[in-house]
């Protein structure tokens, strides 16, 4: 016996449309993010290098070693923040969306399973029959919402692990300048 979704959506109840829906919109909503934040975390991974003639030219100005490196602080500090938020803007969308998809399924899941049981009781008895279409209401938002949390899940974690190797990556890059740097601008 094979079902189809198409079978499945026409034995469906107006709620359990309307939390399909929403589950599909959720999907939706986190792979556009997932897909706006991996461009964004691919093209600051390309502008480190486009950092550090601005870090140099910060570095290479005729002052003290002291105010130097005050300057240098500013300015990585000031660029690691900037493209940490940057990166990390719309993230929330992620990770709400997989805490929250597997909730929204079990909200169809308890439709489905009131739905069954009122079909119990208008039948005035119980069979496979009478609650079949409830019970694979509650089943399909159940398996859609962890569908769709779980990717959104995999996306955040490893989203957050890149911007973090790309945050790493400026800090390391502009700590060996500044090294450079001072030590270039130290009296021998």
């Known amino acids: 016996m094979s079902l189809s979704f198409s079978e499945l959506w026409s034995a469906m109840g107006p709620f359990a449309h309307g939390i399909v829906l929403l589950l599909g919109l959720m999907s939706f909503a986190s792979l556009a993010t997932a897909i706006d934040r991996l461009l964004a975390v691919r093209a600051a991974a ?16 005729p002052i003290g ?13 000031h660029s690691v923040l900037t493209t940490g938020a940057n990166l990390r ?10 805490a929250t998809a597997p909730f929204v399924g079990l909200v169809g899941t308890v439709a489905g399973i009131v739905n069954a049981f009122h079909q119990i009781a208008t039948a005035g008895q119980g069979g496979i029959a009478q609650v079949s279409s409830g019970v ?13 949390a779980i990717p959104a899940v995999w996306l955040y974690n490893f989203l957050t692990q890149r911007i973090g190797r ?3 990556d400026v800090e390391s890059r502009a700590q060996r300048l500044a090294v ?3 030590t270039a601008g130290a009296p021998s």
């Open 46 to 61: 390309q502008q480190v290098d486009d950092l550090m003639p601005e870090w140099r030219r910060v570095l290479g100005a």
């Open 89 to 98: 803007r719309s993230l929330g969308v992620l990770a709400t969306v997989g």
């Open 166 to 168: 790309v945050l790493v």
């Open 136 to 148: 694979a209401e509650a089943l399909v938002t159940t398996a859609i919402g962890i569908g769709v």
């Open 180 to 182: 450079d740097a001072l």
């Open 65 to 77: 070693a002291e105010a130097r490196r005050e300057a240098y602080d500013r300015v990585v500090r």
